[in-house]
């Protein structure tokens, strides 16, 4: 069970409203975010819920089933909007474009990369600066340094970042030069940083883990959202299968069915869920079909020249190309009901 | 290798050509299809494919290092076309729809299902006569009394007939009632179906195995042609993954790789892809983003009442709205260029 | 439920028998096999089973929740025990071994083979003469002539015949030669090979899929059973994963739940579960300790000349010790109390 | 390549060597662990390893074609031996047993698992204090607090501590009170974490990943071992798959694998790999035959009452059964050879 509080609720009232929470046998856990305080009950009894309405205080109550809570369509039916600010949103109903590199490499290859975008209107950039690497001896980034030189160009720009966040320290570090804080799919499930983002008043974008379940994402997303952060997005990024035709498997069904079950938005990257460049058009607009509200990409002036996952990074020419067809196959989509 | 022989070769061309190939180590297959004879050739050894190449009584030659040959693109660049006759054909290019319940279940049912093909300009009607079944004691199909039945309804119509075969003594009795043959996903791997199906004139439509790969995929589609018929069709349906929240996980990566890799069509079944009704559609219509030749659904009158998979069949309203989706879809499609 | 008949049973008392439960709105199936005659219920209503239960002409009656019935626990406590003749066994309580080449080869090869199970005290020999090929141009077996060949051989000693039958046709013109069915893991769920297995009066050891679920393979044992077949043997002999660095990965957590699942026997195929000749041992051993009735594994004079599987096929050395191995772990076990 | 240097190496020679290295197009990075400094040089091309070798200053050299270096069996051969202190030890030839529970709870659950553990002479206890859970609502154990309790009365009874360690902030409050520093199967990948480990001169033991492969495994270790710890301990948990009627799906295929790949020891965890108590013991044994140095698994004095992970927790009858069972099939595994 959710209950909203009233932002006038007295101490008295919620201390009322928690006695009765209890008495059922439910767990309460409170949740203070930037838009509003909440109280997360935790339990399995069927109660009367009038009973626990009718007390004073309370602006909003649900029940929610679910074993996520806040963030789940059952708790708020109206989907979430991310506002980046500017005019740039991430939202239901809209089709975001997040376009960049894998690697943050260079300020000549940052310039580049934001030119591209700027001809083609895509207002956000991806890029990293921090690289999640299996093997100690790869490449793992321009760290710190890297952020604050592409925060320096993209400001100009008017264009806002993307980039993964590795650690619980790098939090504070990054905050002042990122727009999204993007958590990778080797740490959906690492539950400190997810709650230190929690604290944090900026986007959060989490990618479905390695072999994640759809279920799993949504309680990671809890994580963030009852640390006190509701600027989510979620992100398939294709699984882990036995099939090794594709680096990955890109699991559109996981689409539609986030979209069902949570308010928040949900991107696709195309880019990992099949790992070949000349099939990443394919997915990227079979993701826009699927329901998706934005898609992130990975594209670079040189793709056989990227410090990494050049094989499944579009040239300039492909990305201006696929950005086209994706706001076509968009517009397309918001012509068609649903029965 | 594969060398295409010449409709007049003489015997003693042909035995000069096939020495001549023994001698640099490799093992000869010869396959008559109906629409040629080839002689495929196994091995792993380099050599001059022009010495062979100059031999008389050869059409064509080409080096195909896949484990497939026949089905291969690297033997065959232009699309094969499955001709049905009227004016029906599924192909690159096109966008074949075929629709229809998961079992065939009563004459009424096999009308009012062909009254909405009718209706929304559908030429091929899916149904199962025979049904594969996890367990001994679930409805098996109406059999070959069924197929007789929903026959002699759809040839009035005009529609076209695709269904199921599940074993070799099927084969024969189904022939004069059926336009393609289904093999089923877990018959993927029946060899000795397929080898029998390779001595058929009819279409084959192929399923990926519940498990199956990509490769796998093709090298079953290379029986049935290597046993002598070409008609054939691949699936993509869904594979089996750990994520329980869909039936399977349809992996639309696999629609660009098989086209690329093959000549054949390729077409998608959200139905089983995703299995949950609501959410068929968004997975047919990016099954159409991703390059397929066709898609596969299941409708019913009623699906609340259908013997089987009625969960994720759409009903005719559902069904009308998705035909018309997927052409719309299908024709931005081929606006689009590829990089 | 199943209710087991009593052999004099009337004509009038199993027809009121079988009107009490169809009353219930249970679904009849009638079982008749080798060893007895029952009526399978299928329904999911509550019921009070005395009232049925003191009908007349029943042997004994149980209410059976899993989907399968015949193979399960609940319906049968007793383990089966399967009878070879000769003294020969697989059963709850004993360690049955059987080992030989992938593909019977010659009868050099055969006489090599039957040798070294003399020497080792192996009573029971495996070896392919229809081989599964994923392509085409694969060798594909000796075929029946390899099995008579091999069948003589093997009389003349006294060792059993475990071999796979891949269709229907088949299972006549092995019937003479073979002392076990083996179905392979790409015919687990091809369910017309099931349904005939039951009409024989030989034992039949199903392989699980090659991503079958431990429900799966019951339910293709429980096809064998209701067809009148209950001599079965349940084999696990790995599954497919993303896991790369084996063929399969040994699913050692079967054995144990099937056998609390289920009264049949359970083998484990350490060759195809693990892939690497060096590995194997450990595997056979594991298997063992899991709680297995039977180890089947492959073993040639000279493995790397194997027509096929050498990569995992023991040498006559390693076999020996193997065997040993195996017993003085078995005996051990023997040892061991469960709490 | 890997270059173990002289301890009396001097600057002008090691100068001369990384030059040497860098000559033929190879990276190195420079690895100083508490037992020994090295150079690691990461690079495709071939080059005649005695032109380096020949340098002056070089305590050994190898060349190590796999992925991983340091923790390859090409690198050293001889099997790493992790020392505890009093005569406790987890090393190849010798069989490590690790008990207790999911959660600490209390100091009587402590003292009573301590009571149980001395009673069978083990002297390893597992037990979590920060525990990683899917739902943020859920119990996420004791904290420092736990952990200092547990210490007080480990350290009494000489009972060494194996807990796990969720994130960096944590590796220095942990480090007087941990004897092994855990990592969970969701931090496999979590590198910074591994990095800050390296830097530790206490024991780390990593399982592998959800659904993490053995080279991945592997690669996470080479983290550690390259930050400079060497004392580490690999750890199959079970991995991820399709089949849901065991928690995970144990592959003990990994662990002679592991054994073949590295020098590292390499521990079975059946509580986790099966989580079905009945048949926790049959998979402990199953691990020892597969060649484990040791098991790890999860004991209670009341397993229907521990805060997590009852349902494949053993009693304490449960547990002095298993451990003498293990030490017998052990002691029956040394005697055995292998071919």
Redesign the interface.
């Known amino acids: 069970m959710i209950i909203q509080l009233k932002q006038d609720i007295t101490d008295a009232q919620k201390e009322a409203l928690i006695a009765e929470v209890n008495q059922i046998g439910y767990?309460i856990?409170e949740v203070k975010t930037q838009l509003g305080d909440y109280l997360?009950g935790?339990g399995k009894k069927d109660f009367d819920i009038r009973r626990i309405g009718k007390k004073e205080g309370i602006e909003d109550i649900h029940i929610v089933s679910d074993?996520?809570?806040l963030v789940s369509k059952k708790w708020k039916a109206k989907p979430t909007s991310i506002d980046l600010g500017n005019g740039i949103f991430i939202k239901d109903g809209d089709m975001a474009i997040i376009a960049g590199p894998c690697s943050i490499e260079s300020e000549d290859q940052i310039r580049k990369v934001i030119t591209h975008l700027k001809e083609n209107n895509i207002k956000m950039m991806r890029g990293g600066v921090f690289k999640?690497?299996?093997?100690?001896?790869a490449f793992r980034g321009l760290g710190i340094d890297g952020l604050k030189l592409w925060y320096d160009l993209a400001q100009e720009a008017n264009i806002k970042i993307v980039t993964e966040v590795?650690?619980?320290?790098q939090i504070e570090e990054m905050y002042p030069y990122v727009d999204i804080y993007q958590v990778g799919a080797?740490?959906t499930?690492?539950?400190?940083?997810?709650?230190e983002l929690g604290k944090v008043d900026k986007a959060v974008m989490i990618k479905r883990?390695?072999?994640g379940?759809?279920?799993?994402l949504l309680?990671s997303a809890?994580?963030v959202f009852?640390?006190g952060n509701e600027k989510l997005i979620l992100c398939e990024r294709g699984?882990?299968?036995?099939?090794?035709?594709?680096r990955n498997?890109?699991?559109?069904?996981?689409?539609?069915?986030l979209k069902?079950k949570s308010h928040l938005p949900v991107i696709v990257d195309p880019s990992h869920?099949?790992g070949?460049r000349?099939?990443v058009?394919?997915?990227a607009?079979?993701?826009?079909?699927?329901?998706a509200d934005g898609i992130i990409y990975e594209t670079h002036e040189i793709p056989e020249k990227a410090y990494s996952d050049g094989q499944q990074t579009l040239d300039f020419?492909?990305s201006a190309?696929l950005t086209d067809?994706i706001r076509?196959?968009f517009a397309?989509?918001k012509?068609?009901?649903?029965?």
């Open positions: 767990k856990t997360v935790i074993e996520y809570k999640p690497r299996s093997s100690p001896y590795m650690q619980v320290s080797r740490n499930q690492n539950f400190n940083l997810l709650d883990g390695i072999s379940t759809i279920e799993e309680q809890e994580y009852s640390g699984i882990r299968t036995y099939e090794k035709a594709s498997t890109l699991d559109l069904n996981a689409v539609p069915i069902a869920g099949i070949i000349a099939y058009p394919q997915m607009l079979s993701g826009v079909m699927s329901g020419a492909q190309l067809q076509k196959t397309l989509r012509t068609f009901a649903l029965l």
